[in-house]
């Protein structure tokens, strides 16, 4: 059985008291403990990251980008091995484990430009004989407190500009699958990072919190449910910490008539069901305008009973379990819930073959196939809250206005997505939903490496997204410097206020 520990000064190091039990979530068996950190744990690794810092800040660019460079290609190299871990322990399906690993290397790849992304401003001759000129310097030591639903991307969205732009980086990744943090720590140390420069606390609320009060601690990264988020926030910028705490979300696509329904129900299947639906970035309402919630319903119910479900390791799945059993048992619930609501439940998950055993609810492992969920209640609970699950609603609206007033009237605004042919109207919808990520016919619109993801409302507490330039700028602080080089022939005291001249 496995034991996953932490990593401070560039070594595994033994946990000394709690542990949390590691599941195979298409099993439901027990593979592992992971070791939970004492806040006399979280300062060590915060001492040797105080430690290591100065002489990284030091480094030169050229070196820092070359450590990166060489991280990158040992994370391609290792990128099958770091999908099984996934795997096993989350329980989505090796492709898409992959795919959680090459967006995560786009950062990467990102972080590898951080000569030019760190360039400065320069102004010759402000005043006489007087230059200004801005330079960006890291922060020290900043910290990442990850989810279970990408247990390397995310991370990968915080660490390789936050260590690129001269920081030392501490993880604390999700318990429930905390192996793929050390094996990229692994990686880092391979490459050539500094020992201290990345190191991984495995733990839960006493982790968090004491890196959330750490003194040494300069920032904090967070990805997880809004009000974890807004514990994050409230907690760090109370002990004058930087803050970008990315909450929960509701996704809405918006379907007018003109749509092309194949691509619309190609898009709402695979954006609703893939990674079991545990991803901020799920479609989970679909708000069909009249007159097209018929056919597409019936185009996405045929679509839903042609999908595979099995475990992650099986080829033939497309989509694996839920991560834990209490995860499972709460999004069934809303299955339940979506009836009684006056909701019409055309797909039940819970009857969803599962490759190698029974029904879903028969079988072992936390399994619930996909769900759909037709003339969902506008405003109820199953339309309103965050499932984070394979349950896909589908909301009936009379026009376009409805639908945006649905949208702009809840409480996320993360991501969401319209389905149009009409130009005009997919350019008022973007710019009329208060919404941070809008993808037109596009169902997922996770922006690449070199642009920033980040939500509205309570999808994000704090000023500043994640990775792209908005990135850059939240693991960097601005100096703007003036200088004077006087002529040797130039001199006398001036006691006269100074003017510029």
Same mark, same amino acid.
């Given at each position: 059985?496995?034991?996953?520990?932490?990593?401070?000064?560039?070594? =595994?190091?033994?946990?000394?008291?709690?542990t949390? &039990?590691?599941?195979?979530p298409?099993?439901?068996?027990?593979?592992g403990?992971?070791?939970?950190?004492?806040? &006399?744990? %979280?300062?060590?690794?915060?001492?040797?990251?105080? #430690?290591?810092?100065?002489?990284?800040?030091?480094?030169?660019?050229?070196k820092?980008?070359? %450590?990166?460079?060489?991280?990158?290609?040992? $994370?391609?190299?290792?990128?099958? !091995?770091?999908?099984?871990?996934?795997?096993?322990?989350? +329980?989505k399906?090796?492709?898409?484990?992959l +795919?959680? @690993?090459?967006?995560?290397?786009?950062? @990467?790849?990102?972080?590898?430009?951080?000569?030019? =992304?760190?360039?400065?401003?320069?102004?010759?001759?402000?005043?006489?004989?007087?230059?200004?000129?801005?330079?960006?310097?890291?922060?020290?030591?900043?910290?990442?407190?990850?989810?279970?639903?990408?247990?390397?991307?995310?991370?990968m969205? $915080?660490?390789?500009i936050?260590?690129?732009?001269?920081?030392?980086?501490?993880?604390?990744?999700?318990?429930?699958?905390?192996?793929?943090?050390?094996?990229?720590?692994?990686?880092?140390?391979?490459?050539?990072l500094?020992?201290?420069v990345?190191?991984?606390?495995?733990g839960?609320?006493?982790? %968090?919190?004491?890196?959330?009060?750490?003194?040494?601690?300069?920032?904090?990264?967070?990805?997880?449910?809004?009000?974890?988020?807004?514990?994050v926030? !409230?907690?760090?910028?109370?002990?004058?910490?930087?803050?970008?705490? *990315?909450?929960?979300?509701?996704?809405?696509? =918006?379907?007018l /008539?003109?749509?092309?329904?194949?691509l619309?129900?190609?898009?709402?299947v695979? #954006?609703?069901? +893939?990674?079991?639906?545990?991803?901020? $970035?799920?479609?989970?309402?679909?708000?069909?305008?009249? /007159?097209?919630?018929?056919?597409?319903?019936?185009?996405?119910?045929?679509?839903?009973?042609? *999908?595979?479900?099995?475990?992650?390791?099986?080829?033939?799945?497309?989509?694996?379990?839920?991560v834990?059993?209490?995860?499972?048992?709460k999004?069934?619930?809303?299955?339940?819930?979506?009836?009684?609501?006056?909701?019409?439940?055309?797909?039940?998950?819970?009857?969803?073959?599962?490759?190698?055993?029974?029904?879903?609810?028969?079988?072992?492992?936390?399994?619930?196939?996909?769900?759909?969920?037709?003339?969902?209640?506008?405003?109820?609970? @199953?339309?309103?809250?965050?499932?984070?699950?394979? %349950?896909?609603?589908?909301?009936?609206?009379?026009?376009?206005?409805?639908? =945006?007033?649905?949208?702009?009237?809840?409480?996320?605004?993360?991501?969401?997505a319209?389905?149009?042919?009409?130009?005009?109207?997919?350019?008022?919808?973007?710019?009329?939903? &208060?919404?941070?990520?809008?993808?037109?016919?596009?169902?997922?619109?996770?922006?690449m #490496?070199?642009?920033?993801?980040? +939500?509205?409302?309570?999808?994000?507490?704090?000023?500043t997204?994640?990775?792209?330039?908005?990135?850059?700028?939240?693991?960097?602080?601005?100096?703007?410097?003036?200088?004077?080089?006087?002529?040797?022939?130039?001199?006398?005291?001036?006691?006269?206020?100074?003017?510029?001249?």
């Open positions: 059985m496995k034991n996953v520990t932490h990593w401070i000064n560039g070594a =595994l190091v033994e946990g000394s008291g709690r949390s &039990e590691i599941f195979n298409a099993t439901g068996e027990v593979t403990r992971v070791q939970l950190a004492s806040v &006399e744990e %979280v300062d060590a690794a915060v001492a040797a990251a105080v #430690a290591a810092w100065p002489a990284w800040r030091d480094a030169s660019l050229v820092r980008s070359q %450590v990166l460079f060489r991280f990158r290609e040992l $994370m391609y190299a290792h990128r099958d !091995e770091l999908a099984r871990l996934i795997s096993a322990e989350h +329980g399906v090796h492709s898409d484990a +795919g959680e @690993v090459a967006r995560g290397l786009e950062v @990467v790849e990102f972080a590898c430009g951080i000569p030019h =992304l760190l360039k400065g401003g320069f102004s010759e001759g402000v005043s006489t004989r007087v230059d200004s000129y801005s330079i960006r310097q890291p922060l020290g030591v900043v910290a990442g407190i990850t989810p279970f639903n990408f247990p390397a991307m995310v991370p969205w $915080m660490f390789p936050a260590i690129a732009a001269g920081n030392a980086f501490i993880l604390k990744p999700s318990e429930k699958d905390p192996s793929a943090s050390l094996l990229m720590a692994s990686l880092w140390k391979e490459a050539g500094p020992d201290g990345f190191g991984v606390v495995q839960d609320k006493t982790a %968090v919190d004491r890196l959330l009060e750490h003194p040494h601690v300069r920032a904090v990264s967070f990805v997880g449910s809004t009000p974890i988020a807004r514990h926030y !409230e907690s760090a910028t109370r002990h004058g910490k930087r803050v970008q705490a *990315l909450g929960g979300a509701k996704n809405h696509m =918006l379907v /008539p003109d749509a092309d329904l194949d619309v129900a190609d898009a709402a695979s #954006a609703g069901f +893939g990674s079991a639906g545990e991803r901020c $970035m799920a479609i989970s309402v679909v708000l069909a305008v009249d /007159p097209v919630g018929d056919e597409l319903v019936d185009r996405i119910v045929s679509r839903v009973a042609e *999908l595979t479900v099995g475990p992650g390791d099986d080829p033939a799945a497309q989509m694996g379990p839920l834990t059993e209490a995860h499972r048992d999004v069934a619930s809303y299955l339940e819930l979506g009836v009684a609501e006056g909701a019409k439940l055309v797909v039940d998950g819970r009857r969803t073959p599962v490759l190698g055993g029974g029904a879903a609810e028969e079988s072992p492992g936390f399994w619930l196939g996909p769900t759909v969920l037709d003339h969902v209640p506008a405003g109820s609970r @199953v339309h309103t809250e965050e499932i984070f699950g394979p %349950v896909l609603a589908i909301v009936r609206v009379s026009s376009y206005e409805e639908g =945006l007033e649905l949208i702009n009237g809840g409480e996320f605004g993360n991501g969401t319209v389905f149009t042919n009409d130009g005009g109207a997919a350019r008022r919808f973007q710019n009329e939903v &208060e919404v941070g990520m809008v993808g037109i016919n596009v169902p997922i619109p996770v922006p #490496a070199f642009y920033s993801f980040g +939500g509205w409302k309570s999808s994000l507490f704090g000023d997204h994640v990775h792209g330039s908005e990135g850059v700028h939240f693991y960097t602080r601005g100096k703007v410097v003036t200088s004077r080089w006087l002529d040797p022939s130039h001199g006398g005291v001036n006691l006269g206020f100074p003017t510029n001249g």
